[in-house]
């Protein structure tokens, strides 16, 4: 592909090169190193003396643990959020990399070391090409994306995402290959809540089941019937999960409990859905348990929202990183019904997720796998894209 005159694909380039070596210095020490959870502490310390070094001011202990800094352009515009997350997950690695974990049982599983080198990459760029910015780039660097207990919620309450127009999140993705980049049209991931029901019965013995209440036959019809939630109640145009991960209930094998316990997750790829199957839940449960003499105790935790991908802002990131890379960039339904806090910040302002290959060839990896080896010229690539795309949306 012919560049435009104008087209700083190649000034991008070069800046974001400068700084590769480096990118992946600091992922790999941060990989040796993982925290988990709103444990960031190391992790936030390092991000903070690296964009200092940028001559940036960054803001620490945002969200808790989360780093906030801001690249300031040439000229008034809008803000536009740029966003990695930091967190390892609760895992013992088993790469026998030179650079593993030091740390038992946590790991870097998801590359979120390399989401964080990659967003320090392109502040390094960023911070060059400021004064052809028509507006301002807030990096934002997340604590706790893989717990219940939401990073990007609690950065968000600290105003985080306060007099911001845009914001812009990216993930590395194994079954990919470096160099491919894709993106989805509407929801990216899918909401994530959970629930746990309690049925209350009567214990007796089981050789006289006419004189108790049995939870257990009432868990069962429960769980047949939360099925019909996705077959019979939802569209199949806004499909959604629903999974019971655990039920337990009684003790030995003559005695029918007082109680039995399920729970599991709800996942939903749009805000109509998710309330749909919500309301559903909790009808069927109280119901069901009503019609088999049984009380039902449901606790129904949202988690995050789905994530929704802003349509117009799709369009020009496409065209955007087809320019930067000379290759169209593939543009897809989307299908995955995991979950990415960003979403906290996807229902405030326009937003959209970008996902970079990073296998390896010759390997087969997915995320959250004790063996997880991702191809580090990932980060080189995703700082590039990062870049492009502020360049793109400050013009």
């Known amino acids: 592909m012919t560049h435009r005159p104008n087209d700083p694909a190649a000034e991008i380039e070069r800046l974001v090169r400068a700084v590769e070596e480096r990118m992946i210095a600091v992922r790999r020490d941060l990989h ?5 959870g709103f444990d960031t502490i190391r992790t936030a310390a390092i991000v903070a003396g690296e964009l200092r070094g940028l001559g940036l001011t960054p803001k620490t202990g945002v969200g808790r643990t989360g780093v906030v800094a801001e690249i300031t352009g040439g000229r008034p515009g809008p803000c536009l959020i740029l966003r990695a997350d930091m967190d390892a997950l609760p895992i013992h690695e088993e ?3 030179p650079f593993a974990s030091t740390i038992p049982g946590k790991m870097h599983a998801c590359g979120h070391d390399l989401h964080t080198a990659s967003l320090l990459g392109a502040a390094a760029a960023l911070v060059q090409l400021a004064p052809t910015l028509a507006g301002t780039v807030r990096l934002i660097f997340q604590p706790a994306e ?9 950065m968000v309450a600290d105003g985080a995402a306060d007099g911001v127009d845009m914001a812009i999140a990216f993930h590395n993705r194994p079954e990919h290959p470096v160099g491919q980049i894709s993106l989805n049209r509407g ?8 629930f746990r029901v309690v049925l209350h019965g009567k214990s007796g013995h089981a050789a006289r089941p006419h004189a108790a209440i049995d939870p257990i036959i009432g868990a069962a019809h429960v769980l047949t019937q ?3 939630v996705i077959s019979r109640e939802m569209d199949p145009a806004l499909s959604a999960v629903l999974t019971v991960g655990h039920i337990e209930g009684g003790a030995t094998q003559n005695i029918i409990p007082d109680s039995c316990m399920f729970e599991g997750t709800v996942r939903c790829r749009s805000p109509e859905s998710r309330d749909l199957a919500e309301a559903a839940f909790r009808r069927i449960c109280m119901g069901a348990a009503a019609g088999l003499n049984l009380r039902a105790e449901v606790d129904y935790t949202r988690g995050a929202p789905p994530l929704m991908n802003d349509d117009a802002m799709i369009t020009r990131t496409a065209e955007a990183l087809s320019a930067q890379f000379g290759a169209p960039t593939l543009v897809e339904p989307g ?8 979403s906290y910040f996807s229902e405030r302002v326009p937003s959209v997720q970008i996902f970079i290959g990073s296998g390896q060839p010759g390997r087969a990896d997915r ?13 080189a690539q995703s700082a590039i894209a990062l870049t492009r ?7």
């Open 32 to 36: 040796a190193h993982p925290e988990t």
């Open 95 to 97: 790469t026998g990399l």
């Open 146 to 154: 893989e717990t219940q207990d939401s990073g990007a919620a609690a």
């Open 187 to 194: 929801a990216s991931t899918a909401s994530s809540d959970e």
């Open 226 to 228: 939360l099925q019909t």
């Open 335 to 342: 299908s995955s019904f995991g979950a990415e806090d960003f």
């Open 367 to 379: 995320v959250h796998n004790s063996n997880y080896q991702p191809d580090e010229g990932c980060i």
């Open 389 to 395: 795309m502020a360049t793109e949306f400050l013009a």
